[in-house]
């Protein structure tokens, strides 16, 4: 009997000890899985800050393109513009009686469509 007491304490002794040795492993499988998160969120973090930046060049330079057609627009706008002004302006000139009849008549269709 007593020796099987014995039998029993080392089998417990050896199960404990196995158990530790377990329990250790996956305490360092756990803090290596916790420097490989930490590792993949700051290249998450470093890839996100590259692709932002990359997006914030594409959009400045898209701001840019569209302001540039926007103001050449605008300058072909008052060439033309100025182009009518100077055209009328002759018109005028040269048949005076003409255009204050346009004119007139201009003015009362626009008040007719006023009215109604």
Request: a positive charge; charged letters at 25%; glycine letters at 6%.
């Amino acid at each position: 009997m007593a020796s099987t007491a014995a039998a029993t304490r080392n089998t417990t002794s050896g199960s404990n000890a196995r158990s530790e040795e377990h329990a250790a492993t996956i305490e360092q499988n756990i803090e290596r899985l916790r420097g490989d998160i930490s590792a993949l969120a700051e290249s998450i973090t470093r890839y996100g800050t590259d692709k932002t930046g990359e997006y914030k060049d594409r959009a400045n330079k898209a701001g840019k393109n569209i302001a540039n057609a926007s103001q050449q627009t605008l300058d072909s706008l008052t060439e033309e513009l100025n182009k009518l002004e100077r055209s009328l302006t002759t018109q005028v000139r040269e048949k005076p009686l003409q255009s204050l009849g346009i004119a007139a008549g201009i003015g009362f269709l626009v008040a007719l469509l006023a009215r109604r």
